[in-house]
């Protein structure tokens, strides 16, 4: 006997849940690539997809995942010796970063750990102490999927013209474009990278990259710019390959068009509501669960908590015997823990992430949730009673 047949939940901070709609667009026969359908529809997906990035700057689309979505932007900015200034929260903005020392930007990084968002002050004695304005580029994420940390885009914004600073604000939104609220022109973002297979809903496999007229400005001068990664050719495109340099990625894309309607039936500020509160149930069950026991949240100040993901703390190594109780026993993936600690290290096993984005409701979240406590049990992690109450609370009061 197994509890866990039955449809299987992955809720691991993405690829997160493709809907059944978006699927079902995608299982058909490859159309045209030269004439038809296909390409009368690449000019909309691009409207809507600027639409969720809320700017009306340009937008280029990859065959790529996120890797290939910061090394399009890094290649188009940077030339080898530029500098830039990296804000890290977490594991992704290193990430980042070493992509672009790969092609030989000089990089420094303000570490705020793994636990805290960006402190703006420090951002802007940096910025304020490059005199000369050699810094090209600010780059961070809004989110970082390893820790959950959201950091304020706003605010870093204002940071940067309180420095009087002209260096780009180029944001990763990998893990929370279409869950937490993003502004890319409101707020004054030069350059915005995200990936399909999160808040997009669509499976892994496309990159996106927004850009605006300063960041433009540049590309002029940037060196590192290869074909395949101009993201100039792409955005105006004198024949239709150029899309894509290469033949398009056609069946992602007809499950884009149909998460992007899906994204405009509900609409944006009902999406972001429902993952604010989605997560808001989360972190009441951990906050409760965590009254007698050593379960924690990663990040204590829940402005600074994504709506996207939640990073927990185990308190010991059961960590992993939670998630593989949750996977084997109740068909129930959850998300391993990152750049917390070394994968050979005992502490590895002291973390898991939670993922909610994307098409989620209040039954899937209050079932992993149920899931998680009946995993707590089994596996002997000690904690208080009333998580999927404290939870049910706040979808009931919600919604
Ligand atoms: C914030 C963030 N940036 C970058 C990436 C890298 O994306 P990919 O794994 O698709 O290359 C991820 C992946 O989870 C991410 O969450």
Redesign the pocket.
Known sequence: MTLGNGRHYLAI??PSVSPDRVLRAMHRTSPNIYHGELIEMVPGIIRDLKRVARTDANAAIYIA??????EAAICNVFSPGDRALVLATGS?AH??AEMAKAVGVAVETLDYGNRDAIDFGQVEAALAADKDHEIKAVMT?Q????TSVRNDVAELRAALDRAGHPALLMI?????LGCDVFEMDAWGVDVMVT?S??GLMTP?GL?FIFYNEKADRARETANCVTRYWDWRTRTKPEVFYQYFCGTAPTLHLYGLREALDMIAEEGLPAIWRRHEVLARAVWNAFERWGEAGPLELNVSDPAHRSHAVTSIRVGSAKGTALRDWCEQKAGLTLGIGLGMAPQDAQEWHHFFRLGHMGHVNAQMMLGALATIEAGLKAVGIDHAPGGVEAAAEVIASAA
Request: charged share 10%.
């Open positions: 901070p993405g995942n996120g890797h290939g979505s910061w992704f990430g980042w994420v989110v970082d999927t390893s990763d939104c990998i893990a929370c990936g297979q999160k892994p990159g």
